[in-house]
T-cell receptor, first 117, second 115 residues
Framework: AQKITQTQPGMFVQEKEAVTLDCTYD???????LFWYKQPSSGEMIFLIY??????QNATEGRYSLNFQKARKSANLVISASQLGDSAMYFC??????????????FGAGTRLAVHP | DAGVIQSPRHEVTEMGQEVTLRCKPI?????LFWYRQTMMRGLELLIY????????DSGMPEDRFSAKMPNASFSTLKIQPSEPRDSAVYFC?????????????FGNGTRLTVT
């Protein structure tokens, strides 16, 4: 079974608009962490935002926010005021405490975002 | 602070040759990871180390792959002999203790092409 599911292979958004990238996860752990990474065409993996399973508030980092719905096991990334430089692949990832707490990240397949001027 | 440093950025080699990928993690990070990224399989964890000791190598595809971490500031991933299906981008990442919310910090990757 897929641990991390990103159902949108590709998305596009108009510059300055907001966009939501979907992520659902599967775990039986109570303690886990959720991460989003950005991979631009240059190839590097850039950490964007983190949400802990016990965090009561949704995480925010600048224009990035994480819409965390624990009961639905979803952790959608919201990018506000999209910029051309936001065009990239976006990966959702999860770390489960049951993996020994050893910080193993499991990644989804990614969503390619294109921002149009 | 310098991030995770990988070398080379690109490697082109012929089938059957030995390939060595190198990684310098961020100073003070106790965990080091090797990931492989392909179009077909996405990002796969190959192996990771804690305090220079291999913890989980269940993602290493086969015996042709080996990884070492002789000290806290250096790791290698070796493929011998290489095959065309090994062509991929190989990422090294490092992290602090898992008892906090520290993310993995990735290097820029090595793009390997085996002809």
């Amino acid at each position: 079974a897929q641990k991390i599911t990103q159902t949108q292979p590709g998305m596009f958004v108009q510059e300055k608009e907001a966009v939501t990238l979907d992520c659902t996860y599967d775990t039986s752990d109570q303690s886990y962490g959720l991460f989003w990474y950005k991979q631009p065409s240059s190839g590097e993996m850039i950490f964007l935002i983190y949400q802990g399973s016990y965090d009561e508030q949704n995480a925010t980092e600048g224009r990035y926010s994480l819409n965390f719905q624990k009961a639905r096991k979803s952790a959608n990334l919201v990018i506000s005021a999209s910029q051309l430089g936001d065009s990239a692949m976006y990966f959702c990832a999860m770390r489960e405490a049951s993996s020994g707490g050893y910080n193993k990240l499991i990644f989804g397949a990614g969503t390619r975002l294109a921002v149009h001027p | 602070d310098a991030g995770v440093i990988q070398s080379p950025r690109h490697e082109v080699t012929e089938m059957g040759q030995e390939v060595t990928l190198r990684c310098k993690p961020i100073s003070g990070h106790d965990y080091l990871f090797w990931y492989r990224q392909t179009m077909m399989r996405g990002l796969e964890l190959l192996i990771y180390f804690n305090n220079n000791v291999p913890i989980d190598d269940s993602g290493m595809p086969e015996d042709r792959f080996s990884a070492k971490m002789p000290n806290a500031s250096f790791s290698t991933l070796k493929i011998q002999p290489s095959e065309p299906r090994d062509s991929a981008v190989y990422f090294c990442a490092s992290s602090q203790s898992p008892r906090n919310n520290s993310p993995l910090h990735f290097g820029n990757g090595t793009r390997l092409t085996v002809t």
